[in-house]
């Protein structure tokens, strides 16, 4: 079965710094892209950027560039999402999500595969 | 970026009575490559978003035959033909053809 887990909820206090987990299992996890999609209260959904594990090539939200770190990690299938001085505004659920592609030569471009989300909040 | 915008933000329909979401993009979808990379997704209460249609018009595994999508360019729409229960959520259309990839700002269905 293909999954991708996701690490738990975090309370943060601005300033701090935070690292989010997205670990893999159930295909190759360096042949897909894997997303990471901010979801704000009540909010809708915005594509932080993306990784490709097999080489490590990201590409950013001009958004959130510099205020994040997409990694991973092949070794052992885990995706991160990563702050070094957290705000209150990154208070919000975090999604990392795999991008199918191309499969059986079919184009697709979706994100087909969806963790469970991670809640932070940052509050003094 | 590509912006894309979503009409109405919310829908009250009627169990088994048809629905419709239009999404427009503010710049064509269709890629270099000849394909036009327009998803839809459904996220339910409390659950992370599933994909419901790719490229357009293309159901994606195990989706009910009730959802259809169709459009062309910078016009698309998402039509469930019979509204059940389980589809109350909200809908967001998503393109991959530009990075960054962008969303609409979603649709909640609720039923009347």
């Known amino acids: 079965e293909v999954q991708l887990v996701q690490?738990?909820?975090?309370v943060k206090k601005p300033g701090e710094s935070l690292r989010l987990s997205c670990q893999?299992?159930?295909?190759?996890?360096?042949d897909?892209?894997?997303?990471?999609?901010?979801?704000?209260?009540?909010?809708?959904?915005?594509?932080?950027?993306?990784?490709y594990p097999g080489d490590s090539d990201v590409e950013y939200n001009p958004s959130f560039q510099g205020r994040v770190t997409i990694s991973a990690d092949k070794s052992i299938t885990t995706a991160y999402l990563e702050w070094s001085s957290l705000k209150a505004s990154d208070t919000a659920m975090y999604y990392c999500a795999r991008l199918r592609a191309t499969y059986s030569g079919?184009?697709?471009?979706?994100?087909?595969?969806?963790?469970?989300?991670t809640t932070v909040t940052v509050s003094s | 970026e590509i912006v894309m915008t979503q009409a109405p933000l919310s829908s009250s329909v009627t169990l088994g009575q048809p629905a419709s979401i239009s999404?427009?993009?503010?710049q064509s979808l269709l890629h270099s490559d000849g394909n036009t990379y327009l998803s839809w997704l459904q996220q339910r209460p409390g659950q992370p978003p599933r994909?419901?249609?790719y490229r357009i018009s293309n159901r994606f595994s195990g989706v009910p035959d009730r959802f259809s999508g169709s459009g062309a360019g910078?016009?698309?729409?998402?039509?469930?033909?019979r509204v059940e229960a389980e589809d109350v959520g909200v809908y967001y259309c998503m393109q991959a053809?530009?990075?960054?990839?962008?969303?609409?700002?979603g649709t909640k269905l609720e039923i009347k």
């Open chain 1, 7 to 10: 690490s738990g909820a975090e």
């Open chain 1, 24 to 30: 893999a299992s159930g295909y190759s996890f360096t």
């Open chain 1, 32 to 51: 897909y892209w894997i997303g990471w999609v901010r979801q704000m209260s009540g909010k809708g959904l915005e594509c932080m950027g993306i990784i």
């Open chain 1, 106 to 117: 079919i184009y697709y471009y979706v994100m087909d595969v969806w963790g469970p989300g």
């Open chain 2, 23 to 26: 999404c427009r993009s503010s």
């Open chain 2, 51 to 53: 994909v419901l249609i």
């Open chain 2, 74 to 81: 910078t016009d698309f729409t998402l039509k469930i033909s």
């Open chain 2, 97 to 105: 053809t530009q990075l960054p990839y962008t969303f609409g700002q």
